[in-house]
């Protein structure tokens, strides 16, 4: 059985930082792309970050460039999101997401393995 935990989520003020795992189990994913993804209440799941399968490419959605930085540990068969210079506007559930080929893309669907998801909520 696949399984993708995300942790580091929480309560933080504005300014602040947090940083985000996804431990993988039940399959190893170093050779598939991984994407952080989230989603505010009554807003569509969208894209925050992605990754290839060797770290080599990177993608940020034009919100959270300069802030965020997606990176991974394929001997730990875990991705991590460092979040930094947060805003209110990053309050969402934050979704770990498993590709199954080895460059990533921005949507949703294209990935088959979903994490729980993590809140992560700033105070202004």
């Known amino acids: 059985q696949v399984q993708l935990v995300e942790s580091g989520g929480g309560l933080v003020q504005a300014g602040g930082s947090l940083r985000l795992s996804c431990a993988a189990s039940?399959?190893?994913?170093?050779?598939?792309?991984m994407g952080w993804f989230r989603q505010a209440p009554g807003k569509a799941r969208e894209i925050v970050a992605a990754?290839?399968?060797?770290?080599?490419?990177?993608y940020y959605a034009d919100s959270v460039k300069g802030r965020f930085t997606i990176s991974r540990d394929n001997a730990k068969n875990t991705v991590y999101l460092q979040m930094n210079s947060l805003k209110p506007e990053d309050t969402a559930v934050y979704y770990c997401?498993?590709?199954?080929?080895?460059?990533?893309?921005?949507?949703?669907?294209?990935?088959?393995?979903w994490g729980q998801g993590t809140q992560v909520t700033v105070s202004s």
């Open positions: 997401a498993g590709g199954s080929n080895p460059y990533y893309t921005t949507r949703p669907y294209d990935y088959g393995y």
């Open positions: 039940g399959r190893t994913f170093s050779s598939a792309a």
């Open positions: 990754i290839n399968w060797n770290g080599g490419l990177t």
